[in-house]
Nanobody, 125 residues
Framework: VQLQASGGGLVQAGGSLRLSCAAS????????MAWFRQAPGKEREFVGS????????DYADSVKGRFTISRDNAKNTVYLQMNSLKPEDTAVYYC???????????????????WGQGTQVTVSS
């Protein structure tokens, strides 16, 4: 599966952005989808994931209650709605896909084999 992320930009603290990740192919509905981010000088970190049906989601504590991940299998697209943005949310955001069963990230068993190119999100104070 090929992934293309979009929707990043510059926003003031407290604002909102919605990222999109469009997937190629007819098998999108078979994949667990996730968002990760990487800030300058920091390691890539998990943001959130969603199961194949959309019935299960998981979030990093740092974004819980502010970010919402969703998917539209008919459009082969996964979204990340980001509200109440903070300067520390500034990063390049990547979407990723895993062909296995959905599990919470903290269990350390997800293997995201497919990655998009990333989209820059900058939150000004």
């Amino acid at each position: 599966v090929q992934l293309q992320a979009s929707g990043g930009g510059l926003v003031q603290a407290g604002g909102s952005l919605r990222l999109s990740c469009a997937a190629s192919g007819r098998t999108f509905r078979r994949y667990v989808m996730a968002w990760f981010r990487q800030a300058p000088g920091k390691e890539r970190e998990f943001v959130g994931s969603i199961s194949q049906s959309g019935g299960s989601t998981d979030y990093a504590d740092s974004v819980k209650g502010r970010f919402t991940i969703s998917r539209d299998n008919a459009k082969n697209t996964v979204y990340l709605q980001m509200n109440s943005l903070k300067p520390e949310d500034t990063a390049v955001y990547y979407c990723a896909a895993d062909g296995g069963d959905w599990l919470p990230w903290r269990l350390g068993r997800m293997q995201y084999d497919y990655w998009g190119q990333g989209t820059q999100v900058t939150v000004s104070s």
